[in-house]
């Protein structure tokens, strides 16, 4: 069928199955990808688009509906001469895209409203815009940013690029945020060649399974090939070197429900149309090991066969004697906390291509670490690395769940042997099934403190559920252990964390890996030690915050940058007017109770013990181009801004001259993963090093002093030492290239857990205060006061980004989050936070300086997140009396302990 | 049409069934048939033709009577779902925890149901008769909803329990429409959803109600026995026992609020 209508005010055609969606037809055939698809259900908004001037999901519509209407788009927002809007311009400038995938659809959403309504309110626009979902801003920039697009005059402020030297601590626009507002960015699925095949993989239905695969002849006559094990070179793969337990494609068993067991590939619409049940696969199913006590018991069947006990591993710290050391404390408390599995839910659902050039496999793709996968692909299919691309596609969200394989495999192997272009765009139940999760715990926890509240012992014991392959779950029961007493100087420590092997999906990386789990548990003893004697809950932390000088229970001594207490400082005025408040509601007897609760954390930044090098470069081409060859991918946190504002500093040019080169293999060093909180810290020191290194060739080439004022003009640059200008033609010195590597000083430790496993660590505070209903169980988190010591904000707009973004994701986890396999694998079922959700933010940055860190900055980017869930559950026990041990703290689960505790009359 | 076909209205539930797969089977979209479009008065009350969309719900211009149907619309999912999916649509997917049901329980809602040869009409709870199953034959569509004109001045409302703000399914939910003369309650008509595979009435509570003044103590009237024709279950999203709660506590605030 031919259908007619207006797209972005033109004339335009489509030819084809009128019940094909909207989104496909605009996407794949007309060529518009600036409307994104994160789900094809109507769930995410990501795809939203005016039709007739309203909003609707482009996945819902079918094409056939649209003859003879009018089609908007995020690209018919720009001006025909490219001018943004008013509303893409605030979303610039107030930094309402992070990575971008939510954008488009948010633009259209509110292009809506204020079409119908020129000066709405908050509550109007969260109306408006409660359809779409961000899983990286906690909208709070998204609603400026669309209150500010309304406001009468100079509505949205210019913003002044900031000159030679005054980049750090600007609050610089994302120097990648242009693409991000107009549709105009690539991310995975956006770039794909029109000729290139498809893949779909067949997923095991089954969390534990043995298979035999039948006569796959009648597939493969309609497809190009169908992959199944025999064909992966090296079929394991894992993130450790010496632990490569998952298979590309299952071989014979499969250890989760979701798991790869094979890639039919062929033409889009045939792979599409092939059913599971057309796909000879014979199963004998077995009893799944389901949870920590199914794996631990006695008898439990091994999900590895080689992992007795199904133990994957454990180790723990020890500092001083905590058994003996109980017996003198004045108050103790313990407790026993569990979380559940917890989806990244980036909006971007996997995605990439993969094309054969010459001996050499390119893979295009959304990923968090270009050249971890480039060595693991080189691995999987038996290459050198040099014969491996990765080229980083733009990330639409990570969170550490694109830190892991997806499509990577499957599209290289496929287009090295079919020798064609392969794609592979996972769908969003497939996305929730097969990756990664954070990790389910059950932590122990016991602390103890004397009659002022010194804390005096701690003895925590973390139990971590890995799933069926071992991927980051070493890095949790690693990084656990150190974190597990909490901000907090306690003299005497055992700490303890171990993983175990189960039958559900791997649990892998997610934004503090673990350390969100351990903070519900150390932060509610926080809480019941105060109570016990009477002490404020604030001012308890305050007295046992580490601070600089004081040695931690890996024996680190903390030399500088240890801002906890000034955090509190900064909160104890909000916290006093939250408990007037308070106690003034809760006066007025009602079915509603409002509360306070506090969270604190601290969070070592980089690897745990382990070197993690970052090398950046900066280029000076003699036609005069400034280029940042970025190695670290941004995926959505910023770092290709924050990066450049530190290399333009360390120059001495305006961030503004600088062009970026990002994450690609081939043009780019290696400057890690885009994981704990490392890039800010390590790769920031690195392109710090790099500009220095460049601004000194320079200085050395013009023989000026250190304070020489350098400045760019095509290819010429411009030397002024005191009143004498030289200057150096490109053109004559040839390309010059600035380089700088640093590696964060951190020591191995010992069997006791001695040593200094993070050069850095960040510390935050967050107040929340919520109102529960008492009848319902329902909790709405009225408002948050974060404060966070980042060392430097290099850009506080982002800065704040991250910490708004991390306590939506906290909040998820304390309230809603609950990966179960096969009933929560779509955004209908499982529930993270809509812009309805999020609370007032308030941030305040504290700026304790570390010396190591590029102009005295640390990471944020999982610290948002770790006090968010204390903080709200302390303020739910703070309104009913109800501590929750069990996360999320669901309605039907906050109704049942508020009932229980009224039954045991306390 | 000889072949089995799928009937596509709003799409909101049609799509999202079929994620990742290609879509195959014969497809009759309705969506612009112009006869099926709009709300209309008539003489025994009003004719919502089947593709009315939630938006269109919102903005016509209809007495208190839609008021608890119009606070249900503003609560489907978010405003592009509004936008676009339909109240009939609702109806035929026979979701459980479909958010027009109840209220279209209250209203005393018929279905229109046409097929080439005939048209016929049933009451609401006929049409639905189980967990995504309808009274539909196959060659049958749904042409129009019919809500009656009540004998008396009505009041209606409508709540609904979710763990988020926007774009949630309802653990529970309540509808109530009273008809109401010299401030005393004439006939009332409850339903709750979520809590049954079909949106339930609650006679018992109906006939509690009935004579009784619209004051602030209506809320009390509720009692658990009430809920017998309930059959809550346990699932990712509340216990059983929980939902009942819910029920309860939602009934007697939605009857509460009609005193103010
Ligand atoms: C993100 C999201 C959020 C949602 N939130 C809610 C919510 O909060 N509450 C709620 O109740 N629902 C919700 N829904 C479900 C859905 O939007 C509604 O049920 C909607 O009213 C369905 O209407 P439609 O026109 O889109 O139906 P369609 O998808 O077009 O059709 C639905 C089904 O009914 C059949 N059908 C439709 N019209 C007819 C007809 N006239 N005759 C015969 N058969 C017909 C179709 O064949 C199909 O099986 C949500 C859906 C999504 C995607
Ligand atoms: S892609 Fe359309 S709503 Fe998610
Ligand atoms: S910026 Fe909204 S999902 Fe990433």
Known sequence: MKVAFVLNGAAATWTGPPVTRLAAALRDDLGLTGTKVGCDAGDC?????????????????????????????????????????????????????????????????????????????????????????????????????????????????????????????????????????????????????????????????????????????????????????????????????????????????????????????????????????????????????????????????????????????????????????????????????????????????????????????????????????????????????????????????????????????????????????????????????????RHPARISAKFGCDADGKLVACDVSASFDTGAYASWGPTVANRVPVHAMGPYAVPHVRTWGEAFFTNGPPAGAFRGFGVPQAAIAHEAMMDELADKLGIDRLEFRHRNALRAGDMTATGQVLAHSAGLAQCLDALRPHWRRAHEAAVAFNDKAGVRRRGVGIGCMWYGIGNTSMSNPSRIRVGLSPAGTLTLYNGAVDIGQGSNTILTQIAADALGLPAAQFALVQGDTDLTADAGKTSASRQTFVSGRAAEGAGKDLRQQILRLANAGSDAVLSLDGGKVMVRDGAEVRTIDLATTGALVGEGTFDPPTTPLDANGQGIPYATYAFAAQMAEVEVDIELGTVKVQRIVAAHDVGKAINPTLVEGQIEGGIAQGLGLALMEEFLPGRTENLHDYLIPTIGDVPLIECILIEDREPLGPSGAKGVGEPGLVPTAPAILGAVHHATGVRARRVPLLPHRLYEAIVSLKGTGA | MARPHAVLAGGTDFYPARVGRAIEEDVLDIGAIPVLRGISSVSSGWRLGATTTWSDLLEADLPPLFDGLKQAAREVGGRQIQNAGTLAGNLCNASPAADGVPCLLALDAEIEIASSAATRRLPLDQFIIGVRHTALAPDELVVAIHIPKPAHEVRSAFLKLGARRYLVISIAMAAATLEVADGRITAARIAVGACSAVARRLPALEAALAGTRVDGHLGDRVDRAHLAPLTPIDDARGSAGYRSEAALVLLRRLLAGFAR
Not at chain 1, 47 to 53: A, I
Not at chain 1, 104 to 132: F, K, S
């Open chain 1, 45 to 437: 908004g990501a795809c939203t688009v005016l039709l007739d001037g309203r909003q609707v999901c482009a996945c819902l519509v079918a094409v056939g509906q649209v003859e003879g209407r009018a089609v908007e788009t995020v690209e018919g927002l720009t001006g025909g001469d490219g001018t943004l809007a008013r509303l893409q311009k605030s979303f610039l400038a107030h930094g309402a895209a992070q990575c971008g995938i939510c954008t488009p659809g948010m633009l259209m959403a509110a292009e809506e409203l204020l079409r119908q309504t020129a000066r709405p309110g908050r509550g109007e626009v969260e109306d408006a815009l409660g359809g779409v979902l961000c899983r990286c801003t906690g909208y709070t920039k998204i609603v400026d940013a669309v209150l500010a697009a309304t406001e009468p005059a100079p509505m949205v402020t210019p913003v002044v690029a900031p000159g030679a030297g005054a980049a750090v601590g600007a609050r610089l626009p994302r120097v990648d945020g242009h693409a991000k507002v107009t549709g105009g960015d690539v991310f995975g699925a956006d770039g794909i060649p029109a000729d290139a095949l498809w893949i779909r993989v067949v997923r095991s239905p089954h969390a534990r399974a043995r298979f035999t695969l039948g006569d796959l002849g009648p597939l493969r006559r309609r497809l190009a090939a169908v992959l199944t094990a025999a064909d992966v070179p090296f079929n394991g793969f894992g993130i450790y070197p010496e632990i490569k337990d998952q298979p590309v494609l299952a071989d014979g068993i499969v250890r989760y429900r979701g798991e790869a067991v094979l890639a039919l590939v062929g033409e889009r619409a045939t792979v599409l149309s092939i059913r599971d049940d057309e796909v000879p696969i014979a199963w004998t199913v077995e009893p799944p090991v389901t949870g920590i006590d199914a794996a631990t018991a006695a008898e439990a069947p091994l999900v590895q066969a080689d992992r007795p006990k199904n133990l994957l591993l454990d180790g723990g710290v020890r500092h001083g004697d905590a058994a003996a050391a109980f017996a003198g404390c004045a108050a103790v408390a313990d407790g026993v906390f569990e979380t559940a599995f917890v989806e990244h839910a980036y909006i971007e659902p996997e995605a990439g291509w993969a094309q054969r050039v010459g001996d050499r496999i390119e893979i295009h793709v959304s990923t968090q670490t270009p050249y971890m996968d480039r060595d693991e692909i080189a691995n999987v299919m038996q290459l050198r690395p040099e014969s491996v691309r990765i080229v980083p596609t733009a990330c639409g969200g990570g969170f550490g769940g694109k830190l892991d394989l997806s499509v990577q495999p499957l599209v290289g192997i496929a287009a090295w042997l079919l020798k064609r272009p392969v794609a592979c765009v996972y769908t969003r139940p497939e996305s929730m099934a097969a990756t990664t999760k």
